[in-house]
């Protein structure tokens, strides 16, 4: 039985809840001690409590199976590993939010979209949203990480998603099993390239990549949408995707960072003349508006852009009140 006296017990720093327990239930503590020692952590669910107010998460459920965060906007949940400290849910509760202009935007284009791709899915934040949003539209989402890659399937079974279909490859400008470098600790650090000095705890794996084009004419799937986010190889992407933008001319959401350009040997300028020749043009959002950008350089701060066809495009994003 558990010790019922009072003495003081002399304990080691940082011991878990669990020993904490253990040590209960062998009776190297009493009750008192027990619940005194254990307190300090139980206290720390009431500060985030707090912590919560001003955030995009509006609760987080811890459970035998690990802790899940409850976003506000978009309404969902997503699971979350412990390794995980760059997570996109704990983005949202570290800084308050994450892409919430861009989500917003995103969703409003898609209103007018039957298929859409999601490249470079990681956990599932924009296919959730999409697939949730868009019950009778298609989502392709596309993972290379297998541990990313579950996590995502995970998180569709969690949020009872039915309309997204889940493929374990990457995207690139041809078809191979191609090296991938990821940090696990940050779970949106994962790229074709070495990812440097910025993250010390880098893995490798070889994952199998196809083309769009090829992907397309496989499936006999062309997306009317695509959102891609592939840490750097987003040139490469859209270079497998000629055919698809020449015949389809889909809405593209897409990331370009200059810092993980470099890493493939190319400016973010490349990808903006490459849709400039298939008709495109290229624009940033700013306060719940599309604003044409012509040129990046080292002044820029924006990182994601748009890229609306000229002559399919424009009007629809005037209707839906993104261009003035």
Known sequence: MPHSSEATTILPANLELAALRSQYEAGALNKAAYSREVWPMHERLFEYSRFLADTNVGAIEINADGVIFQLRDPDLKLWC?????????????????????????VLQLARVCNTIFDIGANVGLYSIALGQRFPSSKVMAFEPVPDTYRELCRNLTLNSISNV????????????????????????????????????VTESLTCPVETLDSFVERTGVAPDFIKCDVEGGELAVFRGATQLLERSKPIVFTEMLRKWSARFGYHPNDIIALFRDAGYECFFLSAGTLHRFLEMDESTVETNFFF???????EVARVLGLMK
Do not use: K
């Open 165 to 200: 279909t889940t493929f374990n490859v990457g995207l690139s400008d041809r078809c191979w099993d191609a090296p991938f470098f990821f940090d696990p600790t940050v779970s949106g650090a994962a790229s074709g390239a070495p990812l440097g000095s910025e993250y010390p």
């Open 81 to 105: 590993s412990r390794r995980d400290r760059g997570h996109v849910a704990m983005t949202n509760l570290n800084f308050r939010n994450y892409e919430p202009e861009e989500m917003r935007a």
């Open 308 to 314: 609306l066809h000229s002559q399919r495009h424009l």
